[in-house]
């Protein structure tokens, strides 16, 4: 009994020293943020930093104005969802309630697959397939636009959608749909009525996961996006938030450099008030 008890005790202390590692690493990023990115906040003014919708640090006169990031991350994010979460959520549903066990295998593992496919292949292979597909069809002088990178964002943010909710929707009691089936309902009334209700706190989380995918993504979107510091339109070049970041700051120093550790503070923020409000709207829901 007393070799049980330490172990017990043991094991809670190594839970206890992971989980305080982990808010450890949240509060160390987060001051690290905050103490690098208000200087240049403070030195550009908040209004201009903001709202200001250009965004030149090599002129005479430097505009450091994130507004047309701030658009692009979020017109970018919200056209993903647009198009990912139908597709993964009904995915999701027919993996999980009506496909055969095989096609589930199958179909999982090639979302198991998607999932881990390097974020630059999607660069590299929408730069190559897709850039050139929207620029014919669109007859434009360049397809490296925002709907190109809505798209790739889309198929990337699927993996995440799908996996979680199907967890969600396999871990619906059996007996809610028995008793609907009993009481003379379709199949796919049970699966939308019944199931869909009872795991929606597993598939927001699902979305919520989507948009973390879609707004912390770099790499992928700026090979596809044009990486032009544009007001977002539709077909033309844009840049986010992500790609700002990572595209200045191996060359950059003084205020520049100052101001690209500002936008990352306004991205970290900007997804922690997305998390913050869904979390807000899934409790209030669970009361």
Request: hydrophobic letters at 55%; glycine letters at 8%; proline letters at 5%.
């Amino acid at each position: 009994m007393k070799n049980n008890k330490l172990f017990e005790r043991t094991v809670q202390g190594i839970f206890l020293l992971l989980g305080l590692v982990t808010v450890a690493c949240v509060l160390l990023i987060t001051v690290y943020l905050v103490i690098s990115g208000i200087p240049a906040i403070m030195e550009i003014g908040l209004r201009d930093f903001l709202f200001g919708k250009v965004w030149d640090p090599a002129a005479s006169h430097p505009k450091y104005g994130i507004l047309p990031f701030i658009l692009s991350s979020i017109y970018g994010t919200a056209g993903a969802l647009v198009l990912g979460v139908p597709v993964g959520f009904f995915t999701a549903v027919y993996l999980s309630k009506k496909a055969s066990p095989k096609v589930k295998q199958w179909m999982s593992a090639a979302v198991s697959l998607l999932a881990g496919i390097p974020s630059v292949v999607y660069g590299l292979v929408g730069m190559m397939v897709l850039v050139p597909g929207i620029r014919e069809a669109f007859n434009l002088p360049d397809g490296a636009s925002l709907l190109a990178a809505i798209i790739v964002l889309a198929v990337m943010i699927l993996p995440s959608i799908i996996k979680v909710s199907i967890t969600a929707l396999d871990a619906v009691p059996k007996e809610y749909e028995d008793a609907s089936l009993a009481l003379g309902a379709t199949p796919e009334e049970t699966w939308f009525r019944v199931s869909v209700p009872a795991a929606k706190s597993g598939i927001a989380t699902a979305v919520v996961l989507g948009v973390g995918r879609a707004i912390g993504e770099a790499m992928a979107v700026m090979m596809v996006s044009g990486n032009v510091a544009n007001m977002p339109k539709l077909f033309e070049s844009v840049r986010f938030l992500t790609t700002a970041v990572s595209s200045g700051m191996g060359y950059a120093d003084g205020l520049y450099r100052e101001a690209l550790f500002s936008i990352a503070l306004v991205l970290f923020l900007f997804i922690m008030l997305i998390n913050a409000t869904l979390n807000f709207f899934l409790k209030g829901e669970k009361k």
